[in-house]
């Protein structure tokens, strides 16, 4: 099992930054992928970014363009960089870890909101 903590979150003016970030311990060499979601009030949670070991990348389309996913090589942190950030993205931030056979490995945590305002 993989325990994750995400933190970072914060508010911003539209068009402003944040980086968020995943904190992994416990069994990190089972992990295999780890998601960015994202969960906006009275909307299901979405994806947004995904990264896996061998540092290929997915985004989706609302936020392709502005935001970056990375991480360290031993999957210590996963981090989420949000550029032009739009009041559409407001919603609280979560990580998630996957095994190679596509199960998960982390439960849902507490998740980091972010608030984008003017």
């Known amino acids: 099992q993989v325990q994750l903590v995400e933190s970072g979150g914060g508010s911003v003016q539209p068009g402003g930054s944040l980086r968020i970030s995943c904190a992994a311990s416990?069994?990190?060499?089972?992990?295999?992928?780890v998601g960015w979601y994202r969960q906006a009030p009275d909307k299901q949670r979405e994806m947004v970014a995904a990264?896996?070991?061998?540092?290929?990348?997915w985004y989706g389309d609302a936020v392709k363009g502005r935001f970056t996913i990375s991480r360290e090589p031993a999957w210590n942190t996963v981090d989420l960089q949000m550029n032009s950030l739009k009041s559409e993205d407001t919603a609280v931030y979560y990580c998630?870890?996957?095994?190679?056979?596509?199960?998960?490995?982390?439960?849902w945590g507490q998740g980091t909101p972010v608030t984008v305002s003017a």
């Open positions: 998630r870890a996957y095994s190679k056979s596509g199960a998960p490995l982390s439960s």
């Open positions: 416990g069994s990190l060499d089972s992990i295999i992928r």
């Open positions: 990264i896996t070991r061998g540092d290929s990348t």
